[in-house]
């Protein structure tokens, strides 16, 4: 049974940082590109950011390109989305996901999902 468990969000001032964590079960994780996508009540899943499997390539939405990094340690099953120069805008849960080899920034195209970490960022 895939697991993916995200952590490390909170409360933050406009202009802090934060780190978000999500540890994954039940995967090969070397194999799989891994991905955040955020959300807002009454909107969809919103692509944020996607590593391949290998670590080497990285894809950001333009809303957070330069302010927001991906990582992923293969050998603890986890993926890091470093998050800096936060915005209000930024304010969302977000959700850690993850497919075989290639990464998409279409939600439809993933099949397992977090239970997400709610990120709020104060103007």
């Known amino acids: 049974q895939v697991q993916l468990v995200e952590s490390g969000g909170g409360l933050v001032q406009a202009g802090g940082s934060l780190r978000l964590s999500c540890l994954a079960r039940?995967?090969?994780?070397?194999?799989?590109?891994l991905a955040w996508f955020r959300q807002t009540a009454g909107k969809e899943r919103e692509f944020v950011a996607a590593v391949n499997w290998i670590g080497d390539s990285r894809y950001y939405a333009d809303s957070v390109k330069g302010r927001f990094g991906i990582s992923r340690d293969n050998a603890k099953n986890t993926v890091y989305l470093q998050m800096n120069s936060l915005k209000p805008e930024d304010t969302a849960v977000y959700y850690c996901t993850g497919r075989i080899r290639t990464w998409s920034t279409s939600e439809a195209m993933y099949a397992y999902w977090g239970q997400g970490t709610q990120v709020t960022v104060s103007s």
């Open positions: 039940g995967l090969t994780f070397s194999t799989y590109a």
